[in-house]
Nanobody, 128 residues
Framework: QVQLVESGGGLVQAGGSLRLSCAAS????????MGWFRQAPGKEREFVAA????????GYADSVKGRFTISRDNAKNTVALQMNSLKPEDTAVYYC?????????????????????WGQGTQVTVSS
């Protein structure tokens, strides 16, 4: 089992930046690909960004490409999401997710059903 805890959410004006962090604990001896998803009120949860275990491969939703950057520090068991040029439509609860993967895999995963572990979420609100 892996426990994921997100932090860094808050209220920011449009055009501003936030950095989300996700800390993993528990069975961190295994290797995990990680992802960020978000869910706005009344909408389905959607993919935002993902990163492979090694960090060599990353993927982004079209809506955040060029504005968001995902990164990880395996020594600290953390994954971060740097969000720049925020827009009101980025307002949502942001969730960190993890899926066990091979240590040699360069894959990242964009599907909600791909992931085994989820954090509780952190609220991001962007005001216009």
């Amino acid at each position: 089992q892996v426990q994921l805890v997100e932090s860094g959410g808050g209220l920011v004006q449009a055009g501003g930046s936030l950095r989300l962090s996700c800390a993993a604990s528990g069975r961190t001896s295994r290797t995990y690909a990680m992802g960020w998803f978000r869910q706005a009120p009344g909408k389905e949860r959607e993919f935002v960004a993902a990163i492979s275990w090694s960090g060599a491969s990353t993927g982004y939703a079209d809506s955040v490409k060029g504005r968001f950057t995902i990164s990880r520090d395996n020594a600290k068991n953390t994954v971060a999401l740097q969000m720049n040029s925020l827009k009101p439509e980025d307002t949502a609860v942001y969730y960190c997710a993890a899926v066990s993967t091979s240590w040699y895999s360069s894959s990242y995963y964009a599907g909600i059903s791909d992931y085994d572990y989820w954090g509780q979420g952190t609220q991001v609100t962007v005001s216009s």
